[in-house]
């Protein structure tokens, strides 16, 4: 199926561990971003990629990694995961930065116990 | 003070009403966005304006560049339109700064 996936869509961790969120789109979309949503807060901005081997931090980028070595494919890695980064984590894509419209993936529940 | 601000946060209507719900932005943007999000669901994207108004079915959507204001508008209300609606602003590296959202009940 053609579109933006991500996986898992529910994740439960514990404190400590790394976990990588996977993020895969089938349209050669430029850029890509991980938002994250929570309570209070919205929805911000984690990491964006602009192209491959082209990634910057968002907002709020600490305790977050992510890698861009093909253009579909865009993973978030929690390097050691902690309750805070409990959250719903959604992925976009968008074929450029300005006058395209943007698609979201379903988005991964993560929990951090 | 949040670069973009919505209101009203909560709004409960009647099946049948004319509903708006407002953003303003105080960063310079490339276009903004209005987004759709049922509960527990994922989000997606209704509008994308930089200038006037657009339309789809029901759901109107202008905005004024000068004034750094967009409405949404939802014309005939229904009870599935309930949904969190969310205003975006498009900042320069192409990320989207989002507002807190409006929360949306259409009665029956």
């Known amino acids: 199926d053609a579109g933006i996936t991500q996986s898992p869509r529910y994740k439960i961790t514990e404190t400590g561990r790394q976990v990588t969120l996977m993020c895969h789109q089938t349209?050669?979309?430029?850029?890509m971003f991980w938002y994250r949503q929570d309570l209070g807060h919205g929805l911000r901005l984690i990491y964006y990629?602009?192209?491959?081997?082209?990634?910057d931090k968002g907002e709020v980028p600490d305790g977050y990694v992510v890698s861009r070595s093909k253009t579909e494919n865009f993973p978030l890695t929690l390097e050691s995961a902690t309750r805070s980064q409990t959250s719903v984590y959604f992925c976009?894509?968008?074929?450029?930065?300005?006058?395209?419209?943007?698609?979201f993936g379903s988005g991964t529940r993560l929990t951090v116990v | 003070k949040n670069e973009v601000e919505q209101s009203p946060q909560n709004l409960t209507a009647q099946e049948g009403e004319f509903i708006t719900i407002n953003c303003s932005y105080s960063?310079?943007?490339?276009?903004l966005h209005w987004l759709q999000q049922h509960p527990g669901g994922g989000i997606v994207s209704l509008f994308m304006?930089?200038?006037g108004k657009k339309k789809h079915g029901r759901l109107i959507a202008t905005i004024n560049i000068q004034e750094k204001h967009s409405s949404l508008h939802i014309t005939a209300s229904h009870p599935r339109d309930s949904a969190v609606y969310i205003c975006?602003?498009?900042?320069?590296?192409?990320?989207?700064?989002f507002g807190k959202g409006t929360k949306l009940s259409v009665k029956p």
């Open positions: 304006l930089s200038s």
């Open positions: 349209w050669s979309h430029s850029y």
């Open positions: 960063v310079g943007i490339s276009a």
């Open positions: 975006a602003a498009r900042g320069s590296q192409g990320n989207l700064i």
């Open positions: 990629s602009a192209a491959a081997d082209i990634t």
């Open positions: 976009a894509s968008s074929p450029e930065k300005s006058n395209y419209g943007y698609t």
